[in-house]
Every structure is written in C-alpha cells, then in structure tokens.
C-alpha cells in the first residue's frame, strides 16, 4: 500500500517550521488521546498533526487522517493538547531552489534541533550555520556528492552533530543525494564525450 506523504508544522519562534525528522516516531497518538476510533487501524492511517510550543510546553493545534487511499477520515482545528512526546525534532525553513529536488537537511536556511522530555523543551540547538558549511564546501568544490568518499564524511559530519538519533532518515537521504550526484556527472560526461567527438570530426 502506498503511503501518503506527510508534511508537519510546528510554530517556533514566531515562525512556522517543517518537521524535517523526529527520533522517537510520531509526535502523537490520535487512539490514544481519543481523537480516533479504535476500529480505525493504525497502519491503514497517514496521521499529520500542526504543533505550537507555548512557555515550553508542546501543544498538538491540529491534525487530519487519512485511509490509504488518500481519503478523509477526521479533520480537527483548535485542539491546544499538551503532549507528552520525549525525544528530539528537526526543524526545518525556507529550502535552498537548488536543493528543491532531494530536500537535504543542509538544503534550508534555518534547521533547528529541539530536545523534549515529556512534552517540556529542555534544549533548542541552532544548526543552520554547521549546515551552511555544508553548502559552501559543496558550492566552492571541496566536496561533491558524486563522491561517495565525500558524501559519507558529510552524513557523519551531520551524524555526529546532532544529539538525537536519526541514521536511517539520514542514510535513505544520503543514498538519494548520491544517486542524483551521479547522474548529474553522468550527463557532464556525456556532454564531454559529444563536444570530444565534434572537435575531432572539426579536426579531420
């Protein structure tokens, strides 16, 4: 079954942000705050919820669910719940045009890295400059992510960075970015190979 995809927001800092990645799984539960019925399964269920942290307390504002064939199932506004969600989250705003295609976390201007415990925020960790560096090292050549050697630094850079856990998420968008880099290069090559071949027909 096709899943659909899932887009979250959460106001932070007068700011709305897309949750990029989240450590433990969902940020809610709809069953078991009772905003689902019970005979609704969850692995049948795309659940998006938008989010407010309010004097550092999270708040779930609103959500939507839908069945797998993308039809609405429950549609709710002006909830304000307060959340008992412990783990980390990744924020993340105003995505870079030229990495629009695969959307990596050093793609947006800002990410930020948001611990809580229990529903409380304990920790907000600015990242948006480590991930700038990213892209200046990609923009000014001293890493390209055709190469396999400098797209593995960079996920253990990023790995290494961040408090919470998130390999997997990170390892399917480290495996995208390569795939795209090399098919980016393979165009350059097919593009030498024929400008090659004109300047020797030219020649002779």
Known sequence: MNRLEKTEWMQYKDAA?????????????PWELGLLPVEKKKNEMT???N????????????FEARDGAG?????????????AYSGSVLLVRELIEQYAEYKPCYGYQEL?????DRGCLTTNIDHSR???????????GLRDMSNPKDARCILYFIDRLFVGKY??????R???????????????????TCMGKALIFRIL
């Open 17 to 29: 942000f897309e949750i990029m990645m989240t450590e433990k799984g969902s940020l809610l539960d």
């Open 47 to 49: 659940v998006i919820g």
């Open 51 to 62: 989010y407010q942290i309010e004097d550092f307390v999270l708040y779930l504002e609103a």
């Open 71 to 83: 039809s609405l199932v429950a549609k709710k506004e002006g909830l304000h719940i307060p959340l």
């Open 112 to 116: 930020f890295e948001l611990i809580f």
């Open 130 to 140: 480590a991930m700038y560096r990213i892209r200046r090292n990609l923009e000014t």
């Open 167 to 172: 390999k997997e998420s990170l390892r399917a």
């Open 174 to 192: 480290y495996f995208h970015s390569v795939k795209l880099g090399l098919k980016k290069l393979w165009k350059k090559l097919k593009k030498w």
